[in-house]
Nanobody, 127 residues
Framework: QVQLVESGGGLVQAGDSLRLSCAAS????????LGWFRQAPGKERECVAA????????YYADSVRGRFTISRDNAKNTVYLQMNSLKPEDTAVYYC????????????????????WGQGTQVTVSS
């Protein structure tokens, strides 16, 4: 079991940056593939970024590629999402998720692939 707690959301203006953090409990954090998802009102939850166990393989949604960066610090049991050049369409509740896996190159971009979720943090970008 792992518990995930997100932080770092808030209200910003278009063009600003935010860094989301997700702290995990447990001693097996380094064996989890990780993802950041977001869900806007009336829309399905979508993966914006994912990271393999090894940290060497990443996935980004087309809408955020080049603006968002996912990273992990296994020593701190934390995964980050650096968000730059924010746009009003980035407004959503952002969730981190963890997927236990034996494969260091494994990652996932479907919500169904992830077993553990944080409670979410609101990001609002004003125009």
């Amino acid at each position: 079991q792992v518990q995930l707690v997100e932080s770092g959301g808030g209200l910003v203006q278009a063009g600003d940056s935010l860094r989301l953090s997700c702290a995990a409990s447990g001693r097996t954090f380094s064996t989890y593939a990780l993802g950041w998802f977001r869900q806007a009102p009336g829309k399905e939850r979508e993966c914006v970024a994912a990271l393999s166990v090894s940290g060497s393989i990443t996935y980004y949604a087309d809408s955020v590629r080049g603006r968002f960066t996912i990273s992990r610090d296994n020593a701190k049991n934390t995964v980050y999402l650096q968000m730059n050049s924010l746009k009003p369409e980035d407004t959503a509740v952002y969730y981190c998720a963890a997927k236990p896996t034996y494969f260091r190159s494994s990652y996932g971009f479907s919500p169904n692939e992830y077993d553990f979720w944080g409670q979410g943090t609101q990001v609002t970008v004003s125009s």
